[in-house]
């Protein structure tokens, strides 16, 4: 099994509870991340929102389609949002989003889903993200927007994380947890440059006092826990 449907498993059992769990340990930090996405989704009519889990935390009322696509669908939100015509959910990959043509939407999220695509290795690793960052670019239209919600690290943690990464991977599966990869936020940024993407903006998120950690309400003061806001545009010669 890869690192990757290890997570899904995970997901898979926690997904109907997840969006009410994770929005009330930490309400500040979706309403936080709200401020960047709503603004940034102004002038957007198509948008897809990629493993969002439930959580839908903008204004979505001036769209004129949203879907949210996640490896484990959670019927408590499909229930929740069933009287909303322009809203649908279905099952897709981030990887490929094989269900979804080129050049479809005008915006595409991804709310705290990186830190989940941890491959076996830390290359293997950055070779995940940048598929799923080309597999989003992809299906935005030309001049798109690509807004990320990230969970990050301070560097030295994330020094930490690169010299036991096994061991670490190691601890999620016998936590029977999704294998977890937290870049800091320097990493991240940098890797996404390397590729080639343009950052249009970058910003910290400011978080609550707790955070929902393996399903545990935990202190964020006691974790290594940051968030960062990231919005890059589809330009020409983006994948």
């Known amino acids: 099994m890869d690192k990757y449907q290890q997570s899904k498993l995970f997901f898979d ?5 997840y969006a009410d769990e994770t929005q009330s340990i930490q309400p500040e930090f979706y309403r936080n ?5 709503d603004v940034a989704l102004s002038g957007c009519k198509d948008v897809l929102d990629i493993g969002n889990g439930g959580v839908i935390n903008y204004d979505f009322a001036h769209l004129a389609r949203l879907d949210c696509a996640d490896l484990s669908l959670s019927q408590t939100a499909v229930k929740r949002y069933a009287s909303y ?3 649908a959910f279905f099952a897709s990959d981030i990887f490929d989003l094989k269900e979804i043509d080129d050049n479809t939407y005008d915006a595409v999220i991804v709310q705290a889903v990186l830190h ?23 299906v935005l239209k030309p001049g798109g927007r690509l807004l990320i919600v990230e969970s990050v690290v301070p560097r030295s943690f994330e020094l930490i994380e690169r010299l036991f990464y096994p061991l670490m991977q190691l601890f999620f599966k016998l936590c029977k947890f999704g294998a977890v990869y937290q870049y800091s936020a320097h990493s991240l940024g940098r890797l996404i440059q390397r590729e080639g993407y343009a950052i249009m903006e970058s910003a910290p998120i400011a978080l609550d006092r707790y955070v929902w950690v393996m399903r545990r309400k935990i202190p964020t003061a006691l974790t290594p826990c ?8 589809k330009e020409e010669g983006n994948i």
């Open 226 to 233: 940051r968030a960062v806001w990231l919005f890059l545009k």
């Open 116 to 138: 989940h695509l941890a491959g076996s290795t830390r290359k293997q690793t950055d070779q995940n993200v940048l598929r799923a960052l080309s597999s989003c670019m992809r």
């Open 85 to 87: 015509d322009h809203i």
């Open 33 to 37: 991340a709200a401020a960047f996405i």
């Open 13 to 17: 059992e926690v997904i109907d509870d």
